[in-house]
């Protein structure tokens, strides 16, 4: 439900997330919570018409977390021991701007090549380790091949977030 996701998350959105819309109307109306209408520039600066809805961006947060302390127990073969911070260019607030950390991604995106992502289903997710300092390596993890999550230690702890959703 995102603009510059690929046709696979278009398809999904279309194929699944509809009927579970469909079959729970608490759902729908939880997920487009505050909908309006908005215009946004694409890539050749014109205008595009879309949707703006607020989410829940505390529930992203601990699901991206999970994600992250799961994807680096994989990896690495043992506990993350840090508290993690995430940031992503990919949600607007109501001024249709990022928040902080996510105009330190945009800036940070335009220092960085792409790296070769690890995971077997790019067209749907992607991720990659930065860095090879234990637990203060950076993830960046890439949904749809458009929706880009970094996840970030904070160096100022030495275990794992309490996370419950």
């Known amino acids: 439900m995102s603009i510059g996701t690929n046709a696979v998350a278009f398809k999904q959105f279309i194929d699944k997330v509809q009927e579970s819309f469909t ?34 961006r505390n529930r992203f947060d601990k699901i991206m977390k999970k994600m992250g302390y799961a994807l ?5 073969r043992r506990i993350w021991q840090r508290g993690l911070i995430v940031a992503t260019d990919c949600l607007l607030n109501r001024g ?3 928040d902080e950390l996510g105009q330190l991604v945009q800036e940070a995106k335009k220092q960085f090549e792409l790296p070769p992502f ?19 390596v950076i993830l960046w993890m890439r949904f749809y091949e458009g929706f880009d999550v970094f996840i970030i230690p904070n160096t100022d702890t030495s275990q794992p977030d309490e996370i419950s959703v």
């Open 72 to 76: 680096y127990y994989n990896n690495f």
């Open 118 to 136: 690890d995971g077997q289903n790019p067209q749907v997710f992607q991720y990659k380790f930065m860095g090879t300092d234990g637990n203060d």
């Open 23 to 56: 079959h729970s109307p608490y759902l729908a109306g939880m997920t487009f919570n505050n909908t309006e209408r908005v215009y946004l520039k694409d890539e050749k600066n014109h205008f595009q018409q879309t949707f703006a809805f607020e989410i829940d």
């Open 96 to 98: 249709m701007q990022q």
